[in-house]
């Protein structure tokens, strides 16, 4: 039986020897440190004395009041068992357990104790909220590869949680040989991180790997707390940050194709799977809408997109006619190319710490030789960026084929520099770009120490700081380089 805090039975079970299946208690009170109202009273076999892990499992997982067992012996009620969460304490105990000889033996008036109890681990948790993010989250990476590859994976998720406002309250790496089908990970890890989630304050779990609209569903019903994969959450970023009528329609079709495959029920899961973390883009409503809506609205926006192409394909016949020559800012995000655009054109597009912080394309004139030249500022690249991004932006990354040449910007402060370059360079292989003349570009350079100094040594490029200026002059004279050896291609 599951009995709510004023005495009424909500729900009365049938199980087996095997045990019982808990039914969906979505509907029941949930919140940050809260429990749930609902107390689980069940009957085991003499064979199955006290407390099972999954009794203890499924306490900590679903949030309940209490976990009570009374162990039957000769049809006849005996030792009766009470399992209860406990606050969280240096020892990391996360439960307690007490047996009775019966039941009438309980020395508690139920409902004071477990509201005081409520309480106590609200308190407790609150003193970890210093921040003013509006969620917190655990961080998963799975993978056969090791520690050093898994880091620098977490550390960069961490990287896109900060940018959606997200505190991290813990990073978690598992290596396995081969991802779970059903839920990416094993059950038992995914309990241990649920668990853990209670008691740091965690309102989601993210996860490095892209899940499956299987495992999606299947670790929803397992959680009590939002579960997202790396995909939504950089749609969210995206979300936050599209500004144009074309960013924001492409955002709003990728979420949409995105989140098609996975409606297949109701989960915690679901919550999160468009709209944002801050309520941005299409919105929750939009998750009731069935597929045949959600696809008439996919076509919807491929239509209006179109029509933005073709006037994207007008300006670009526009500046051939006039002869006008495009150097494009391709980088991975974060790199400077927005610092660098605001430096040579004396421009003052917005500029931020933070990952995609530009998302809708600029670009401004710029002087060179006395010619005018267009210098375009491009949205960021990222390793293993999601199919649903690359499509939704099809037509942005198309604008890159009128380029003449790709100044490629890298952060040469990053000790994974030459992965950045790498995975810009594959995302050009695919879109047939990669003999596109470049100028590789080391930016940040007033932020290196010695040790980088000598790593920079065997990567050719231009040394520059954007923010300060330093070297500058030689990017100048390097498109400068470009443009003529351009013209002279023409006259040619």
Not at 466 to 480: C, K, L, S, Y
Request: proline share 3%.
């Amino acid at each position: 039986m599951l009995i709510n805090r004023k005495g009424f039975i909500t729900h009365v079970i049938s199980g087996d020897r095997h045990g019982i299946l808990i039914p969906d208690l979505d509907g029941f009170r949930r919140g940050a440190f809260r429990l749930r109202g609902l107390r689980c009273v069940h009957t085991v076999l003499s064979s199955k004395k006290g407390l099972t892990n999954e009794d203890l499992t499924d306490l900590a997982l679903l949030r309940l009041d209490a976990m009570m067992t009374i162990e039957v012996k000769n049809e006849l009620p005996s030792t009766f068992n009470l399992a209860y969460l406990l606050p969280p304490d240096p020892g990391g105990h996360k439960w307690k357990t007490e047996t009775y000889r019966e039941i009438r033996s309980v020395p508690y008036k139920f409902n004071e104790f477990i509201r005081d109890l409520e309480q106590d681990i609200e308190r407790r948790c609150r003193l970890r909220l210093v921040s003013s993010a509006e969620e917190r989250a655990i961080l998963v990476h799975a993978s056969s590869r090791g520690e050093e590859f898994a880091s620098r994976r977490l550390e960069e998720l961490e990287r896109l949680a900060e940018t959606s406002n997200i505190e991290v309250v813990d990073k978690i790496y598992q290596r396995i040989g081969r991802y779970n089908p059903a839920h990416l990970i094993g059950k038992g890890k995914l309990k241990e991180i649920l668990i853990s989630g209670l008691y740091l304050g965690a309102t989601m779990v993210i996860f490095d790997q892209n899940l499956s609209p299987v495992q999606a569903n299947n670790i929803a019903r397992m959680m009590d707390i939002k579960v997202i994969d790396r995909t939504q959450l950089i749609l969210d970023i995206f979300a936050r940050h599209a500004t144009t009528r074309g960013g924001k329609l492409q955002v709003e079709l990728a979420q949409l194709r995105y989140t098609l495959p996975r409606l297949v029920g109701k989960g915690t899961a679901m919550s999160r799977l468009m709209g944002g973390i801050g309520g941005k883009g299409p919105g929750e409503t939009k998750l009731e809408m069935d597929r045949r809506r959600i696809k008439q609205r996919i076509s919807s926006i491929e239509r209006s997109l179109k029509d933005l192409s073709k006037r994207r394909v007008q300006r670009r016949k526009k500046r051939k006619k006039e002869r006008l020559r495009v150097f494009s800012i391709i980088g991975y995000t974060n790199a400077g190319k927005s610092t660098l655009l605001n430096r040579l054109t004396r421009s003052k597009v917005t500029v931020a710490d933070k990952l995609f912080a530009t998302l809708d394309p600029s670009t401004r004139f710029l002087f060179l030789n006395g010619r005018k030249v267009l210098l375009s500022d491009t949205v960021g690249f990222i390793t293993n960026m999601p199919p649903e991004i690359k499509l939704a932006f099809k037509a942005t990354l198309e604008e890159l084929e009128d380029s003449h040449a790709f100044i490629h910007v890298v952060d040469s402060s990053n000790p994974f520099i030459q992965d950045e370059i790498e995975a810009t360079e594959e995302i050009l292989e695919e879109i047939g770009l990669i003999d596109t003349p470049r100028i590789l570009v080391l930016n940040k350079c007033d932020l290196i120490d010695m040790e980088t100094e000598k790593r920079l040594k065997r990567i050719p490029g231009l040394r520059i700081s954007a923010r300060t200026g330093q070297g500058i002059g030689n990017v100048t004279r390097e498109m400068e380089a470009s443009l003529s050896r351009t013209f002279a291609l023409a006259r040619a």
